[in-house]
């Protein structure tokens, strides 16, 4: 009885450090500040503009040399003094913005990175995510516990991980979708590609080293999305 009370429990652990550790971490280790009276009224046209709701905006302090700390998963959230991250859990979601963001990135960019975030949001990417790893590791804890036979644990942990590969690259072309919905797929893929220009970055395509990684490769997500521009915009000629 209670070795399947622990699986749970540590299932629900790794769940709540994947959701919740982010946005614990940001808060405590970066410095932090309230928008302006102005900054706010900006940035609720851009987050209305963008479908983007959240509970709460922090923005990131320039440090001394003029830089931001880097998080996120992609270019598209984070280009090195660009930053924008949804972080927490359903009503508890915070958004997270680095000052280069209003002072650098005009409205379309802003607004663009923005609706990316707000497909995540909207597709419940983060939370899809911590379920994965909380699958992930609940099948090796049982694998260690010898609550399943090795054989048995290890073709269940392969079986995870290739379901969590496939539905997590699935859901984030979807959030592409619901951002390209919002503002138009130009929109999206211009500001991934201002972002990453601003890192100083080329927006990588996939390879073979690419082939596990949930996350797909910027570079194939923006061509999804000019693909989706050009084939909007010949049904629009055609009609």
């Known amino acids: 009885m209670l070795t399947p009370v622990f699986l749970v429990g540590v299932a629900a652990v790794a769940f709540l450090a994947v959701e919740i550790g982010p ?5 405590r280790f970066r410095d932090l500040r309230e928008p302006t009276d102005a900054e706010r009224g900006r940035l609720d046209y851009l987050r209305e503009t963008a479908g983007l709701d959240v509970d709460r905006v922090a923005i990131e302090r320039r440090s001394a040399d003029g830089a931001e700390g880097e998080t996120g998963d992609d270019a598209g959230e984070n280009a090195g003094s660009i930053e924008v991250a949804v972080r927490g859990p359903p009503r508890r979601r915070v958004l997270f913005l680095s000052e280069a963001v209003l002072d650098d990135l005009d409205d379309d960019v802003a607004i663009g990175l923005l609706a990316a975030e707000a497909g995540r949001v909207e597709t419940y990417y983060g939370e899809f995510r911590a379920v994965a790893v909380a699958a992930v590791v609940g099948v090796l804890a049982a694998i260690v516990t010898a609550t ?4 048995a644990g290890f073709a269940s942990l392969v079986a995870v991980g290739l379901a969590a590969f496939w539905v997590g690259r699935r859901v984030q072309y979807a959030a592409d979708d619901r951002a390209a919905d919002a503002v138009g797929a130009d929109r999206v893929a211009d500001a991934f590609e201002r972002a990453a220009a601003i890192r100083g970055v ?4 996939g390879d073979w080293s690419t082939w596990f990684e949930v996350q797909p490769p910027l570079g194939d997500r923006i061509a999804a999305l000019r693909e989706r521009d050009g084939a909007e915009n010949a049904s629009e000629d055609a009609s």
């Open 148 to 151: 399943v036979p090795f054989d």
């Open 23 to 27: 946005l614990y971490a940001v808060d």
């Open 202 to 205: 080329e927006p990588a395509t």
